[in-house]
């Protein structure tokens, strides 16, 4: 997800009937068991056929329906100033009158609504996106919206931590220069629900200086697992391990960056996979589900990356690259991540329009579960590329944003390992972002990113159907 000009729909799509050609799903194997499965995704899958919306926004199954909870240049913020463009990644909070979001704003340059620079919140006078807060109740209905953090660019996604913070992700390596008073490319953490926490923003500098997309929070180690969107090179993984002495929770993050030795605490490490022992060099390598490899930690020499981008400090042969290392998110005991998408000419091994990969700490692997083989035709119903940010739906399997091109679509992936439909944006080809359900699982939230609009869906919730009715047999 990104507005970068690497992003998935701003790319031509070459070699595509060299691809796999079809939607292949793994099974889910955290959430189901340990088989894997391939199959083609059916209409029938999920909950239903998705139904054309009169307004023309969002076409959902039957008997659900959304609501506009925000929608950019349009609603306000308590200031009075409107809410700013490129709804991304977005962290949902349980809270006395219902749920609490806090969206990204992917804003690198020419948008049309910034997030308005506040005094105390704001980072770099220079910069344009940010967060904002926004308070729901139990129906996701707006009661409140407001800036949280400000002078941040191309907060793209991020990740909940286990203490009830949100971390926003600056997806750019832009340096101090001209309008930009300070580096970029930074991890900030957000509090949802107390403005003062946010004051005078602090980079999480230990985390690294590149091209953040997401995280994933280990909440028993408080390790944090991170995505790299970048090429030339392709990006990389990364695991940030917390000094023995760190404890969780809220400001800790702020308070270790703040100390003397804050830029280098805790180790900062990259993904290198095997196979065997055979080195892995691509993710892309993997095209069927189930694929396992071997993982190993290989330090960053300078996380601040003073004259060298972090993945260009690395030779191929210590780590293991990926095109587009998009959305994460921590659940069965381990982090999902997602890869967008790859094609020979960008460096990968093999083509294919999105894969979902599993890290296990506990056995140190890497298990890809999903894979999307190169969609022929993605402006016909039926076929996905692109897969973005990720959810783990509390009704089995997972949520997919599409960020490919064609049609655009929220994507489930049912445990049986079947991919469907659940909303399709009607009004343009712009992507979903920012998948997450309530606490409750009654509501999901989920973006269109332009012209800007933030959603809240509601209905017959239950656990999709795999169009096997033997499946459903409790």
Same mark, same amino acid.
């Given at each position: 997800?990104?507005?970068?000009?690497?992003?998935?729909?701003?790319?031509?799509?070459?070699?595509?009937?060299?691809? /796999?050609?079809?939607?292949?799903?793994?099974? /889910?194997?955290?959430?189901?068991?340990?088989?894997?499965?391939?199959? #083609?995704?059916?209409? #029938?899958?999920?909950?239903?056929?998705?139904?054309?919306?009169?307004?023309?926004?969002?076409?959902?199954?039957?008997?659900?329906?959304? =609501? !506009?909870?925000?929608?950019?240049? @349009?609603?306000?913020?308590?200031?009075?100033?409107?809410?700013?463009?490129?709804?991304?990644?977005?962290?949902?909070?349980?809270?006395?009158?219902? %749920?609490?979001?806090?969206?990204?704003?992917?804003?690198?340059?020419?948008? *049309?609504?910034?997030?308005?620079?506040?005094?105390?919140?704001?980072?770099?006078?220079?910069?344009?996106?940010?967060?904002? =807060?926004?308070?729901?109740?139990?129906?996701?209905?707006?009661?409140?919206?407001?800036?949280?953090?400000?002078?941040? &660019?191309?907060?793209?996604?991020?990740?909940?931590?286990?203490?009830?913070?949100?971390?926003?992700?600056?997806?750019?390596?832009?340096?101090?220069?001209?309008?930009?008073?300070?580096?970029?490319?930074?991890?900030?953490?957000?509090? *949802? +629900?107390?403005?003062?926490?946010?004051?005078?923003?602090?980079?999480?500098?230990?985390?690294?200086?590149?091209?953040?997309?997401?995280?994933?929070?280990?909440?028993?180690? &408080?390790?944090?697992?991170?995505?790299?969107?970048?090429?030339?090179?392709?990006?990389?993984?990364? $695991?940030?391990?917390?000094?023995?002495?760190?404890?969780?929770?809220?400001?800790?993050?702020?308070?270790?960056?703040?100390?003397?030795?804050?830029?280098? #605490?805790?180790?900062?490490?990259?993904?290198?996979?095997?196979?065997?022992?055979?080195?892995? #060099?691509?993710?892309?390598?993997?095209?069927?589900?189930?694929?396992?490899?071997?993982?190993?930690?290989?330090?960053? *020499?300078?996380?601040?990356?003073?004259?060298?981008?972090?993945?260009?400090?690395?030779?191929?042969?210590? @780590?293991?690259?990926? $095109?587009?290392?998009?959305?994460?998110?921590?659940?069965?005991?381990?982090?999902?991540?997602?890869?967008?998408?790859?094609? &020979?000419?960008?460096?990968?091994?093999?083509?294919?329009?999105?894969?979902?990969?599993?890290?296990?700490?506990? %056995?140190?692997?890497?298990?890809?579960?999903?894979?999307?083989?190169?969609?022929?035709? *993605?402006?016909?119903?039926?076929?996905?590329?692109?897969?973005?940010?990720?959810?783990?739906?509390?009704?089995?399997?997972?949520?997919?944003?599409?960020?490919?091109?064609?049609?655009? +679509?929220?994507?489930?992936?049912?445990?049986?390992?079947?991919?469907?439909?659940?909303?399709?944006?009607?009004?343009?080809?712009?992507?979903?972002?920012?998948?997450?359900?309530?606490?409750?699982?009654? !509501? /999901?939230?989920?973006?269109?990113?332009?012209?800007?609009?933030?959603?809240?869906?509601?209905?017959?919730?239950? $656990?999709?159907?795999?169009?096997?009715?033997?499946?459903?047999?409790?």
């Amino acid at each position: 997800m990104t507005s970068s000009p690497i992003s998935r729909r701003n790319l031509l799509r070459r070699g595509a009937a060299g691809g /796999l050609g079809i939607v292949v799903a793994g099974n /889910l194997e955290a959430i189901a068991g340990p088989a894997a499965a391939r199959a #083609a995704c059916r209409p #029938a899958v999920g909950y239903g056929e998705l139904v054309p919306d009169p307004a023309g926004l969002l076409a959902l199954p039957p008997g659900f329906s959304y =609501t !506009i909870v925000a929608q950019a240049g @349009v609603t306000l913020l308590e200031t009075g100033q409107p809410t700013p463009s490129d709804a991304d990644g977005t962290g949902c909070f349980r809270s006395p009158t219902g %749920s609490v979001l806090v969206n990204n704003h992917e804003i690198g340059g020419s948008e *049309p609504y910034g997030v308005p620079a506040m005094a105390g919140l704001t980072y770099d006078p220079g910069a344009r996106g940010g967060t904002t =807060t926004i308070e729901v109740d139990g129906e996701g209905r707006r009661l409140r919206e407001y800036v949280s953090v400000a002078g941040t &660019h191309n907060n793209c996604a991020g990740g909940i931590t286990p203490w009830g913070t949100w971390l926003t992700c600056e997806e750019t390596e832009q340096r101090a220069d001209g309008k930009y008073l300070k580096d970029h490319g930074y991890v900030f953490e957000v509090d *949802p +629900h107390d403005r003062e926490q946010n004051l005078h923003p602090v980079p999480l500098t230990f985390l690294g200086r590149y091209a953040h997309e997401a995280v994933a929070v280990d909440p028993y180690t &408080h390790s944090i697992f991170l995505t790299e969107d970048a090429g030339g090179p392709n990006g990389l993984y990364f $695991r940030w391990t917390p000094p023995r002495d760190f404890r969780g929770g809220k400001g800790a993050l702020r308070a270790l960056a703040l100390r003397p030795d804050g830029d280098t #605490a805790g180790e900062l490490q990259a993904m290198n996979c095997f196979q065997g022992s055979r080195h892995v #060099a691509d993710l892309s390598e993997a095209t069927t589900p189930g694929t396992r490899y071997t993982v190993e930690w290989v330090d960053v *020499p300078d996380r601040d990356a003073r004259t060298v981008s972090v993945r260009r400090q690395f030779t191929d042969e210590q @780590v293991t690259r990926s $095109r587009k290392l998009e959305g994460a998110w921590w659940a069965d005991g381990g982090a999902y991540f997602v890869a967008s998408f790859a094609r &020979h000419d960008d460096g990968s091994v093999n083509e294919h329009d999105g894969q979902v990969w599993f890290y296990d700490p506990r %056995s140190e692997t890497v298990t890809l579960k999903t894979i999307f083989g190169v969609n022929p035709d *993605p402006a016909q119903e039926g076929g996905y590329d692109g897969p973005d940010n990720i959810t783990v739906s509390p009704y089995g399997g997972v949520i997919l944003a599409e960020d490919g091109e064609g049609l655009s +679509h929220l994507v489930g992936v049912t445990a049986q390992g079947k991919a469907y439909p659940l909303a399709r944006n009607e009004l343009n080809d712009s992507e979903f972002t920012g998948p997450t359900f309530s606490a409750d699982g009654r !509501i /999901l939230f989920a973006n269109i990113q332009s012209p800007g609009y933030v959603f809240a869906i509601t209905g017959p919730w239950g $656990r999709p159907s795999d169009a096997d009715p033997s499946a459903d047999r409790s």
